[in-house]
């Protein structure tokens, strides 16, 4: 920014009102004074009348909002001037200015008020009667006709001439200084106490001047005294009784008859509470004569707060949060409490001070008054809110302090000071015109009253935030330079008086260097690796595209780029890019430069940031194959490749996570491609190869966990190009009177794992099997795989059956039986034990054989015989005996 900020004057409020005045005394057409009241009376002077002299109140109702406040004449056939003036409210004034005689229309005491109040302000402005008649003296010499146009023509003059209206102030305020410091006999009238002068409104504590040789003196050199004399403002009717000596006029007076001088003690030493307060006096006659030569003194008991200021008030409006200082000044009393605050907020307290032991911080001062104390609070002001130290309150408009001091059992002490801030923020504030590197913006202007000029500051998340100073309260539009183009600025906008007001805001977009980057999809994305992107760059024809405009593709710089006018302020920069490798995100980065500063915008080509998984095939019939996969990041669809003999390459898209293959070629062996792609396609696609016919016979066929009943199947899956839906298991028992068994077992293709088993159960105990597998899909089965295994043996559960015996000889008998039911054997059967047995003997015998000879029988003898089967686990069961005679009926 460009703008610089100006210093600015304390006094808005007051050059407002001495415009007001102008401006008023100007529809007089009386060949009115007002020019040289303007260039004589300063500000500053303008501030003590209201302030001081007129309480900074209005006459009539009291009213304290100087915004409300308008000094007018008093009597309006008479030119305006400090004594012919009255302080009201814009109401009041229209109805006092009709008046024809304001000493008729109001009430005699109100109208000796405003008699003193005149008297006040012709002893502080005692230079402007004879510089006012100077001054007319040069305007009448002016040629021209009609005083209103020589008082145009001397303002006008005197406004191109500065240095007059300068030396008119530096005159008017070296006589005041005269009276403050230096007490020569042609600075008019004046106090002088204990050696020293004093200027108009001086305070004197009732301690210090209770003697003669510590009077008040009231001189007037160059006069001889003649009926002056000294009255109590508040009983401008009985004045000081100098030869008195009682409570209810304490006071007694010398003089000196050349100079006129008047001096004024306490006969008592004390002044009772009734009859402290301001004292004026008359020189060098008394008060009712019209001419007489007043000024003022403050006499008061105990303490009083001589004065509270501002001080420290900002300058410089763009610095925030602002900070000024309070200055409230106690005299007299040594004991005493003191607090500043504002509304309910007390900003500095202290109780119990006691000078000079402990002065609770305060700052001693060589006054008139002895006991002079500053106290000094630093306030910061954010805003909204007032604080200092751990006081703060919140507040809008105008800063209303208060200084109170308090002597115990003594009435307080009161002075209020007003920090003037505006109440609200600066209305319509709107976008009046921009361009890429400037914004204007403008706003309602305020009321003249309202506020002394604007502070505008300008933010942005990127830039440094700058903020301007504008003089003036008609200045309601301002042009910000140096900004970004395409920045989005926020603008703030405060009124201020002596401190800045509330803010008005707005967010304005500079207009950008780049309005816009895009892509779009040339090629379709089934191409892969070759898909084309056209990326277009939209720039301001403010710059030559040729040589200031380039691109970074993921941080490479590009050049080979093309661009069209396509409207009058709008340049199409394009650039072609391919995704190479496939799997990586593209940056692109259109770069625009203009007064050596580069604007850039980026558009993002997004790959996946993997490949979709588990893609598995599924073969429907004769010519179809599903293929559907897994993709657990973003995608907006899919890209599926698949190829046989490496020969015929065909390329499909879906938004789905599945596809049929149709129309393929049987016996043939397809490998499928799987991309997934946002904008651009995945990389390292999932791949797998799925053999289009029956699968292979299954390998490594094999047994475990064999037991009595039951054993598990084993085996590996054909090859990874097979596609299995199902495998069947046939078990076949050793024992031909038992069947072949057949279990189907249906499982998902392309599992994770390539070895597969299956557990038979409900077997026979010592069984040998025979296992094939087959594995199978919709287009048939595969060759058969075999393998044998015996369950594990325990004894027999079945017996020998018929048992037969026959004689051999006289002696000899063959005893023999058939096999066990080979599904009871649960074995193989190794051998037989033979109990035969009667009354009178037992034979336990065993045999490898089906039969045994036994030649000790005795003949004719019956005999018990039972045979029980023996295998490797042990003995079986016992058949049922039969009784068998030897040799009769054999």
Known sequence: LDNKAHAREDYTLYRAMLKTICKTEENYQDDSHIIFIILIIQESSLCYLIENIWAGQSAVSGEKDLFELILVRW???????????????????????????????????????????????????????GMMEEMSTKLKELPLPHPKERIIVLWEQLSKCRMYPVLLTIVFLLSVSEVISQCQPSSGIYLRHDGSCYPNGSYFWDDSVNAANEAISCVLPGTSLTTGQWVRVADPDDPVDCNSNSDSDPFRCTSVTSPATLNLYLAHGKLLAAQEGWYKCCLPTDCSDPNTNIIFANIFRFAEIESFTVADLPSDMTVYPQEYKLNCTKIGFNRYDISMSIGSAALASYTDCRHPSNNCGGTVINGAVENAVRYTVTVTWDGMTVSSGSGSQSTTGDQMYQCVVQVPDQPTRTRNVIVKVPATAPSSLTEVNKTTTTITVGWTALNLSDTDGFVVTVTSDTDTGQTVQVEGSSNNTITLNGLRGGTTY??????????????????????????????????????????????????????????????????????????????????????LVYPDPLGVSVNVTCIAMIGGVNYSQSVILHAPSGSPNNVRGFILNATSIKVNWIDSSETNGYVIEYTTGGVTRNVVSTSEDEIVLTDLSPMSTYTISVYSYIDLPSVNSTVIVLKFDVPSPVTSLSVSNVSTTGIRVNWTIPSSENYVTYYTISYTPSCPQLSSMNETVSVGPHQSTITYSYTLIGLYSGMNYTITVRAGNVLGGSELSRSTVQTEAIIPSGWPLSI???????????????????????????????????????????????????????????????????????????????????????
């Open 75 to 129: 009597n309006i056939t008479e030119h305006w001037s400090p004594w012919n003036c009255i302080l009201l409210t814009t109401d009041e004034a229209r109805a006092h200015v009709k008046l024809d005689d304001p000493e008729k229309a109001y009430s005699s005491q109100f109208t000796d008020e405003i008699r003193q109040r005149h008297i006040l302000a012709r002893n502080y402005f005692p230079q402007i009667p």
């Open 804 to 890: 037969k015996v026959l004689q051999v000889n006289s002696t000899a008998n063959r005893f023999s039986w058939n096999k066990v039911n080979c599904s009871e054997r649960n074995g193989l059967i190794t051998g037989y034990t033979v109990i035969i047995s009667n009354s009178s003997i037992t034979y336990n015998l065993t045999s490898t054989e089906r039969y045994i000879i036994l030649n000790d029988l005795v003949f004719g003898s019956e005999y018990n015989i039972s045979v029980a089967a023996v295998n490797s686990v042990g003995r079986g069961p016992f058949s049922d005996p039969i009784v068998v005679e030897i040799g009769i009926g054999m």
């Open 490 to 575: 926020s603008i703030t906008v405060r009124a201020y008086q002596q401190l800045l007001g509330p803010a008005s805001t707005i967010s304005v977009q500079a207009l950008p260097v780049i309005n816009s980057i895009n892509w779009t999809l040339v090629s379709s994305i089934t191409q892969l690796n070759n898909t084309q992107y056209h990326i277009d760059c939209l720039t301001t024809t403010d710059i030559n595209p040729s040589t200031n405009v380039y691109w970074l593709v993921n941080g490479v710089m590009k050049s080979s780029s093309n661009y069209s006018s396509i409207d009058v302020p709008t340049y199409n920069n394009t650039l």
